[in-house]
């Protein structure tokens, strides 16, 4: 079954103490993104990876850092949580390729999202 | 400044009834538009997509239409089902790209 797994799936923390939220896809993917959604500002992305090793900023990267060493996962690093970044976070993955790989080569599919409070 | 807008947060419809959410956007670069669901506690769903080659595009219960000369895209859902209710993001991402670029969304509910 094509899969995004994110762990931990809820998470309280507090602030300045570094963590990871793991993103982990089966479909072998290229593309791998991090956003988050916070009421009345919809999805915002944070960072993006077009391939292994190949990572840039989105709409609001700071506070955040990512990697990409091998092609299923992509974790999203907070070094020092604070609370603004108390919000719900998505990975998501699409398969690439342009419009050569069809239509459905933009279609993005998302993890089932992390919960997470910084207080 | 926001390249996408969904302008009405929220938007309440009767069971068998049409839904109609609208999608504004501003770059004239944007060639693809997708339309995402979300339910609470879930990631987002592709529900129907659309390329700027096409007016209209068709799935079931579901038609999206884009008129590019207005930067307007709308998702009609006939007829609308209690599970419809739901939060609906558009998106855009111009060609060669695969950043997405989302609107805020709009809360869809249909009453029984």
């Known amino acids: 079954e094509a899969q995004v797994t994110q762990n931990p799936r809820y998470l309280i923390t507090v602030t300045g103490k570094k963590l990871t939220v793991t993103c982990s896809q089966n479909?072998?993917?290229?593309?791998m993104s991090w956003y988050r959604q916070d009421p009345g500002l919809g999805l915002r992305q944070i960072y993006y990876?077009?391939?292994?090793?190949?990572?840039d900023k989105g709409d609001v990267p700071e506070g955040y850092k990512v990697s990409r060493k091998e092609k299923r996962n992509f974790p999203l690093i907070l070094e020092s949580p604070s609370p603004n970044q108390t919000s719900l976070y998505f990975c998501?993955?699409?398969?690439?390729?342009?419009?050569?790989?069809?239509?459905?080569?933009?279609?993005?599919?998302f993890g089932p999202g992390t919960r997470l409070t910084v207080t | 400044d926001q390249q996408v807008k969904q302008n009405s947060p929220s938007l309440s419809v009767q069971e068998g009834r049409i839904s109609i959410l609208n999608c504004d956007y501003t770059?004239?670069?944007?060639?693809?538009f997708l339309w995402y669901k979300k339910y609470p506690a879930e990631g987002p769903t592709f529900l129907i997509s659309?390329?700027?080659?096409?007016d209209k595009n068709e799935d079931g219960r579901f038609t999206v239409f884009l008129n590019k000369s207005a930067k307007h895209l709308s998702l009609h859902i006939v007829p609308s089902q209690p599970g419809d209710s739901a939060v609906y993001f558009c998106?855009?991402?111009?060609?060669?790209?695969?950043?997405?670029?989302f609107g805020k969304g709009t809360k869809l509910s249909v009453i029984p």
């Open positions: 998501a993955t699409i398969r690439g390729r342009g419009l050569q790989g069809g239509v459905g080569s933009y279609e993005q599919y």
């Open positions: 479909m072998n993917h290229e593309y």
């Open positions: 990876s077009m391939n292994v090793e190949v990572t």
């Open positions: 770059n004239s670069m944007f060639d693809y």
């Open positions: 659309i390329s700027s080659i096409k």
């Open positions: 998106a855009t991402t111009g060609a060669g790209s695969y950043q997405l670029t």
